[in-house]
């Protein structure tokens, strides 16, 4: 069954992959609503049944090309827009994982016009989403102590 995102029920559950190479990052802009054009961490929804492991790794080769080894733990991040009626329209529990990368080259998925690696000093400068940089910084700081 398809995961009702616009409207939903409940919250949708995502996975998301923060990796990091020195200091440069994977971003992917986004493709779809919500928060088209702008560049944030890749991830996606987690499927009933399946394992946040197995979304995670999935969902970093759909939209990256790169097979990742999740690490730790960086953040429970929680976005909630409201629509124009005032209900909510969308509603995202995302776990953002810091991942080392194992294989693959990195490009873009079907649903992201671009994969890039970012350097940390750039980042300022890009249309990132909400609360990204903050999540980024913490892993960062995270990706040092596991010698990335």
Request: net charge negative.
């Amino acid at each position: 069954m398809a995961i009702r995102r616009e409207y939903p029920a409940h919250p949708t559950l995502g996975a998301a992959g923060i990796v990091i190479r020195g200091q440069s990052v994977v971003l992917v802009e986004r493709g779809r609503e919500p928060l088209k054009g702008q560049w944030s961490i890749p991830g996606g929804a987690v499927e009933t049944g399946e394992a946040l492991d197995t979304a995670l790794r999935r969902e970093m080769l759909e939209e990256t090309g790169l097979t990742v080894e999740p690490l730790e733990l960086v953040t429970v991040f929680e976005r909630i827009t409201s629509g124009p009626d005032g209900g909510t329209r969308y509603h995202y529990v995302i776990l953002d994982y810091l991942c080392r990368h194992v294989a693959g080259e990195l490009r873009a998925g079907d649903d992201a016009p671009a994969a890039r690696w970012i350097r940390r000093d750039e980042l300022g400068g890009l249309p990132l989403t909400e609360g990204a940089l903050t999540v980024l910084e913490k892993a960062f700081r995270m990706a040092a102590a596991h010698g990335l």
